[in-house]
C-alpha cells in the first residue's frame, strides 16, 4: 500500500493530520516488501541522570538569583513601614546574601558544563532531542515557571491591597517575572524548534539571550559579593556574636546567682558555686581574657566585651533572629559596655 492510501484511511477513520505524520514518520519509505520501522531513541540511565541534574541546578540558580535580586531591593529599597530591630523575614540579610552566592558558585557552573555536555552529546545524535524524559522535565519547568508568573500577578495585587510602595513591589515583581519569563520563553521556544522540524536549528545558536542570561548571573554575583563583604569580615561577624551570644549567658547566670543568694555575684568566677544555666565560656574566644564583670549598684551590674566590628549591615542594624541578638546588644567596634539591671520580679521576689 502506498503511504497516500494509508493516509487516506487514516483520514476516514478520523485520524487528525498531525497524527497521521507521526504515525507514517516512524516507518522508513523503503522499497522493501517487508514495513521497516525507523530508529527509536533509547534514553540511558546516564543521559536521565545528567537531565535531572541539569533541570535541578536550573531551578537553583533561578531561585538564588532571585534570593539575591531581593536582598538587594530590601538592602536599597526598604520599607519604612516595617520598624527596625524586630524580626521580618523578608529584611535584608548579609548571611542570606552569602547562602545564595555559595548556591550559585556552585549551581551555575555546573548548569553550564551539563548543557555542554548534553549539547555535545545531541549534536551527535540529534535523535535524542525528542527524547521521553528531556520532553517531560522541559514541560514540568515550563509548568512550574507558569506558576510562578502567576503567583508573582498574584503577589503584585496582595501587595498592592497591603500598601506597599510601588517601587518596591515593582522592583520585586519585575525579578520574579524576568526569571520567569526568560525560563519559559527559552524552553517553550527549544521545544517549539524540535516540533517544528522544517526550522533551521542553526538559528538558535545565534540567539543572544542565554548569553545576557550568564551575563546578568556574572554580574549579580559580582554586586552580592560586594555588599556581603569580604569572608574576613564574615568571621568577624561571627566571632562577634558568638561573644554576644557567651554575654547574654552570662547575664542569665547572674540573675539565677541572685535568685539562690539574694545578691550579685562579686565576679565571674563566683557563677561556679551555684547551679547557673549553661555558659559557653568565660572568656573571650580570640584573646582568650576574662569578660569584664563590674558592680555598680546592689541591682545594677556591667558586662564588656572587645568587638572586632559594629554590628551593622549598610549601617542598619539587622533584625534579631534565632543566631542573632536583641536591639539591646548592638555594639560597635572596639571596646563595648553594656549596663544591665536585674529584673523588678526577680528582685521583689528576693526582698525579705
Same mark, same amino acid.
Given at each position: 500500500m502506498t503511504r497516500d492510501a494509508i493516509r487516506e484511511q487514516?483520514? *476516514? #477513520?478520523? /485520524?487528525?493530520?498531525? $497524527? !497521521? =505524520?507521526?504515525?507514517?514518520? +516512524? /516507518?522508513s519509505e523503503s522499497e522493501f516488501p517487508v514495513p521497516v520501522p525507523k530508529r527509536r531513541v533509547q534514553l540511558s540511565a546516564r543521559e536521565a541522570f545528567l537531565y535531572l541534574v541539569l533541570f535541578v541546578t536550573l531551578y537553583v540558580t533561578a531561585?538564588?538569583?532571585? #534570593?539575591?535580586?531581593?536582598?538587594? !531591593? $530590601?538592602?536599597?529599597?526598604? =520599607?519604612? +513601614?516595617?520598624?527596625p530591630g524586630y524580626a521580618v523575614q523578608d529584611r535584608f540579610s548579609a548571611r542570606a546574601v552569602r547562602d545564595s552566592i555559595a548556591a550559585l558558585l556552585i549551581g551555575w557552573p555546573v548548569?553550564?558544563?551539563?548543557? *555542554?555536555? !548534553?549539547g555535545g552529546m545531541l549534536a551527535c545524535d540529534p535523535e535524542k532531542r525528542v527524547s521521553g524524559v528531556r520532553r517531560w522535565l522541559t514541560y514540568v519547568t515550563l509548568f512550574v515557571a507558569a506558576l510562578v508568573i502567576l503567583g508573582d500577578l498574584t503577589f503584585v495585587v496582595s501587595r498592592l491591597l497591603s500598601g506597599e510602595l510601588p517601587p518596591r513591589f515593582l522592583a520585586r515583581t519585575i525579578v520574579v517575572l524576568l526569571i520567569a519569563g526568560y525560563v519559559f520563553g527559552h524552553y517553550l521556544a527549544d521545544l517549539r524548534q524540535e516540533e517544528d522540524e522544517r526550522r533551521e536549528r542553526r538559528t538558535r545558536g545565534r540567539l543572544p539571550l542565554p548569553r545576557l542570561a550568564g551575563a546578568a548571573v556574572l554580574v549579580v554575583l559580582a554586586v552580592a559579593l560586594g555588599v556581603a563583604?569580604?569572608? *574576613?569580615?564574615?568571621?568577624? $561577624?561571627?566571632i562577634d556574636l558568638r561573644r554576644v551570644r557567651e554575654l547574654q549567658q552570662l547575664s542569665n547566670a547572674v540573675e539565677s546567682y541572685y535568685r539562690g543568694r539574694g545578691a550579685l555575684p562579686p565576679s565571674l568566677d563566683s557563677l561556679a558555686t551555684v547551679s547557673a544555666p549553661s555558659v559557653e565560656s568565660l572568656q573571650d574566644p580570640v584573646t582568650r581574657r576574662s569578660y569584664e564583670y563590674r558592680l555598680l549598684g546592689a541591682e545594677t551590674y556591667e558586662l564588656c566585651a572587645t568587638f572586632a566590628q559594629p554590628d551593622s549591615v549598610g549601617g542598619a542594624p539587622e533584625p534579631?533572629?534565632?543566631d542573632r541578638p536583641s536591639r539591646f546588644w548592638r555594639h560597635g567596634a572596639g571596646r563595648h559596655c553594656y549596663t544591665l539591671r536585674l529584673p523588678r520580679v526577680l528582685v521583689n521576689e528576693n526582698r525579705p
Amino acid at each position: 500500500m502506498t503511504r497516500d492510501a494509508i493516509r487516506e484511511q487514516l483520514q *476516514r #477513520a478520523g /485520524w487528525r493530520a498531525e $497524527e !497521521i =505524520d507521526a504515525a507514517l514518520a +516512524a /516507518w522508513s519509505e523503503s522499497e522493501f516488501p517487508v514495513p521497516v520501522p525507523k530508529r527509536r531513541v533509547q534514553l540511558s540511565a546516564r543521559e536521565a541522570f545528567l537531565y535531572l541534574v541539569l533541570f535541578v541546578t536550573l531551578y537553583v540558580t533561578a531561585f538564588n538569583m532571585g #534570593a539575591l535580586l531581593f536582598q538587594f !531591593i $530590601e538592602r536599597w529599597l526598604p =520599607d519604612l +513601614a516595617f520598624t527596625p530591630g524586630y524580626a521580618v523575614q523578608d529584611r535584608f540579610s548579609a548571611r542570606a546574601v552569602r547562602d545564595s552566592i555559595a548556591a550559585l558558585l556552585i549551581g551555575w557552573p555546573v548548569y553550564l558544563f551539563l548543557s *555542554r555536555v !548534553i549539547g555535545g552529546m545531541l549534536a551527535c545524535d540529534p535523535e535524542k532531542r525528542v527524547s521521553g524524559v528531556r520532553r517531560w522535565l522541559t514541560y514540568v519547568t515550563l509548568f512550574v515557571a507558569a506558576l510562578v508568573i502567576l503567583g508573582d500577578l498574584t503577589f503584585v495585587v496582595s501587595r498592592l491591597l497591603s500598601g506597599e510602595l510601588p517601587p518596591r513591589f515593582l522592583a520585586r515583581t519585575i525579578v520574579v517575572l524576568l526569571i520567569a519569563g526568560y525560563v519559559f520563553g527559552h524552553y517553550l521556544a527549544d521545544l517549539r524548534q524540535e516540533e517544528d522540524e522544517r526550522r533551521e536549528r542553526r538559528t538558535r545558536g545565534r540567539l543572544p539571550l542565554p548569553r545576557l542570561a550568564g551575563a546578568a548571573v556574572l554580574v549579580v554575583l559580582a554586586v552580592a559579593l560586594g555588599v556581603a563583604g569580604s569572608p *574576613r569580615k564574615a568571621r568577624f $561577624e561571627e566571632i562577634d556574636l558568638r561573644r554576644v551570644r557567651e554575654l547574654q549567658q552570662l547575664s542569665n547566670a547572674v540573675e539565677s546567682y541572685y535568685r539562690g543568694r539574694g545578691a550579685l555575684p562579686p565576679s565571674l568566677d563566683s557563677l561556679a558555686t551555684v547551679s547557673a544555666p549553661s555558659v559557653e565560656s568565660l572568656q573571650d574566644p580570640v584573646t582568650r581574657r576574662s569578660y569584664e564583670y563590674r558592680l555598680l549598684g546592689a541591682e545594677t551590674y556591667e558586662l564588656c566585651a572587645t568587638f572586632a566590628q559594629p554590628d551593622s549591615v549598610g549601617g542598619a542594624p539587622e533584625p534579631p533572629g534565632p543566631d542573632r541578638p536583641s536591639r539591646f546588644w548592638r555594639h560597635g567596634a572596639g571596646r563595648h559596655c553594656y549596663t544591665l539591671r536585674l529584673p523588678r520580679v526577680l528582685v521583689n521576689e528576693n526582698r525579705p
